[in-house]
Structure formats: structure tokens, C-alpha cells
């Protein structure tokens, strides 16, 4: 039996590791977006490099990251964030999540009679 050596061995488990995160993050796409989902892109570009850079991605002259296939991207990069368990990138990133339940129990403010 022939075996890998220990050297090629670690990128392949890394590249595998990469993959397998690429693959739950593309099966969680088809869930819907959580409704505390908050912000827009800021184009940082940072949710392209997940878990490596996608070929697709490309730089402004102000640095800026924008996607070569916008109007044909997939699901997965469609809604990053969907969750803020999902959201890996919240330091550079310009959505943010807001739990809804909180946002329901807010007291309107009231006009008082007279004045």
C-alpha cells in the first residue's frame, strides 16, 4: 500500500477541510436569511477568501473587492452572512445581526393630550 508523505499530507487535509466547509456552506445557502440580518456590503471582499479565495474575486483601484460573475453567483455567496452563527468575518464585514424577539417587545413611544 502506498501512503502520503507527512509533508503533502497536511495541504491535502487542509484543501479537504476547505472543501468540506465550501460544501456546508453551499447546502446552508438554501436555507433562508435570518430576519436580524442587518447592514450591506461593504465590499471588503473577505467572505470571498472563505475558506480560500474564489477566482472570481477582484480589486478596484480603491481596493475594493468586487465579484467578476455578480448577476450569477451562487446562494452561498448570495446571502453571507445567513446567521450570526454562520458570520465569520463580523470585524470587516458591514452586516450585523439584530435579535428580532428584542426589536417586538420595544414600547412605541406615545404622543401625550394637550400641550
Do not use: W
Request: charged share 20%.
Amino acid at each position: 500500500m502506498h501512503t502520503t508523505p507527512a509533508r503533502r499530507r497536511q495541504p491535502l487535509l487542509a484543501l479537504a477541510s476547505g472543501l468540506g466547509r465550501k460544501a456546508q456552506r453551499f447546502a446552508t445557502s438554501l436555507l433562508p436569511v435570518d430576519a436580524g440580518r442587518r447592514g450591506d456590503c461593504n465590499r471588503c471582499g473577505e467572505c470571498c477568501k472563505l475558506p480560500y479565495p474564489c477566482p472570481f474575486l477582484r480589486y478596484d483601484a480603491d481596493g475594493l473587492s468586487r465579484c467578476s460573475v455578480y448577476h450569477a453567483r451562487p446562494p452561498s455567496c448570495r446571502k453571507y452572512p445567513r446567521t450570526a452563527s454562520e458570520h465569520i468575518t463580523p470585524a470587516t464585514c458591514g452586516y450585523y445581526f439584530v435579535n428580532v424577539t428584542d426589536l417586538g417587545r420595544a414600547q412605541p413611544a406615545t404622543e401625550q393630550a394637550g400641550g
